[in-house]
Antibody, heavy 121, light 107 residues
Framework: QVQLQESGPGLVKPSETLSLTCAVS?????????WGWIRQPPGKGLEWIGS???????YYNPSLKSRVTISVDTSENQFSLRLNSVTAADTALYYC??????????????WGQGTLVTVSS | DIQMTQSPSSLSASVGDRVSITCRAS??????LAWYQQKSGKAPKLLLY???GLESGVPSRFSGSGSGTDYTLTISSLQPEDFATYYC?????????FGQGTKVEFK
């Protein structure tokens, strides 16, 4: 059974860097999928952050592109998100997810449980 | 970016009701449209893709239709477990974008 699990600090100070990891179990990240990050501010809608292929090819939401880096660690079977210069507007539930058929533009059929990151001093 | 506008933003319904939610894209998205259900505190669950394709394991009371810029999610007979928030998503253009959500509440 394929599972995704997000991990990382739940509290980040303003202007610092948010770092999260998504551990993938039951499926190799090298097996032809674009792995994605999506976030959801409390009580609000969903925003796609970006996606990465196991070769390192990335696609980012232009609204966040200047602050986002997504990377993949094939040896650990995980991928990561870094978002720098955070503000309170970055407070959100952060999900990692796998698309249905693996394309960079594709609905997500497998999601992690999500991890809440609060930006506050 | 392609803007996705859902309506209504919320609705009240009873068990057994037929419910429809619409999603309008700011440009044509050629049926590259998905629908998700999200319950409180849970990750979204994919219901439909390609505007009308039912995801495996999703009950047949959920259906989707539409083309061009206008799409509809229909629940033929609302069940107690269907009270949730529903989101549409376009994946025709990057960045893929979501509607603002429709909350289906108990009347």
């Amino acid at each position: 059974q394929v599972q995704l699990q997000e991990s990382g600090p739940g509290l980040v100070k303003p202007s610092e860097t948010l770092s999260l990891t998504c551990a993938v179990s039951g499926y190799p990240v090298t097996n032809g999928y674009y792995w994605g990050w999506i976030r959801q501010p409390p009580g609000k809608g969903l925003e796609w952050i970006g996606s990465i292929y196991h070769t390192g090819t990335t696609y980012y939401n232009p609204s966040l592109k200047s602050r986002v880096t997504i990377s993949v660690d094939t040896s650990e079977n995980q991928f990561s998100l870094r978002l720098n210069s955070v503000t309170a507007a970055d407070t959100a539930l952060y999900y990692c997810a796998r698309p249905r058929v693996g394309a960079s533009l594709d609905p997500f059929d497998l999601w992690g449980q999500g991890t809440l990151v609060t930006v506050s001093s | 970016d392609i803007q996705m506008t859902q309506s209504p933003s919320s609705l009240s319904a009873s068990v057994g009701d037929r419910v429809s939610i619409t999603c309008r894209a700011s440009q044509g998205i050629y049926s590259s449209l998905a629908w998700y259900q999200q319950k409180s505190g849970k990750a979204p669950k994919l219901l439909l893709y390609g505007a009308s394709g039912l995801e495996s394991g999703v009950p047949s009371r959920f259906s989707g239709s539409g083309s061009g810029t206008d799409y509809t999610l229909t629940i033929s007979s609302l069940q107690p477990e269907d009270f949730a928030t529903y989101y549409c998503q376009q994946y025709y253009g990057s960045p893929q974008t979501f509607g603002q959500g429709t909350k289906v509440e108990f009347k």
